[in-house]
């Protein structure tokens, strides 16, 4: 049995921001991000001028934390993400912080997918493995299969009631 090598490069402990542009730079079908807090950092990721404009985008996140009351600019970024044609998901109870590359390159790691995880003291990787026939992908593809779409509508009623609720 060949020995696995890791490569040292893939593990950061600290923002990889720079790492998920490149990947998202070289995919080929789809970006996937999971993550249960975004802010305007993920749109302008999957906006970068430098990703073919085909490719599929997607956000998988949680609408029902507490959190995204409390921090409505996170309704207003995915807001500005459905704008340019990224589909939203929610995932009930979602904590996964991950990145997934054509279904096949995954980053994984603590960091949210916002300004204040590229501040933080975090850890991530970013593999250079094929996780494609992974049960790894096997389980956050069914999380993916499970997840309900949400509608640029809500969001915005969402959006309208926190105002209005003086949040």
């Not at 912080?97 to 975090?122: C, H, P, V």
Request: include cysteine; hydrophobic fraction near 35%.
């Amino acid at each position: 049995m060949k020995k696995e090598v890791l490569n040292n490069k893939d593990f950061k402990a600290k923002d990889i921001y720079a790492i998920w542009l490149q990947r998202c730079k070289e995919a080929e079908k789809s970006i996937r991000i999971l993550s249960p807090y975004v802010d305007n950092t993920v749109k302008d990721l999957l906006s970068s001028k430098q990703i073919n404009i085909n490719i599929e985008k997607s956000i998988f996140t949680r609408i029902d934390s507490d959190t995204i009351f409390e921090k409505p600019y996170q309704i207003r970024a995915l807001i500005n993400c459905k704008k340019i044609g990224i589909k939203i998901f929610h995932i009930k109870e979602l904590h996964a912080k991950a990145l997934i590359i054509d279904n096949q390159y995954i980053s994984i790691g603590s960091q949210n997918f916002t300004s204040a995880g590229r501040k933080n003291k975090e850890t991530s990787m970013m593999s250079t493995w094929n996780f494609s026939s992974s049960k790894y992908l096997e389980t956050i593809n069914s999380w993916i299969e499970n997840a309900e779409e949400i509608d640029i509508e809500y969001l915005l009623t969402l959006e309208s009631k926190l105002k209005n609720s003086g949040h």
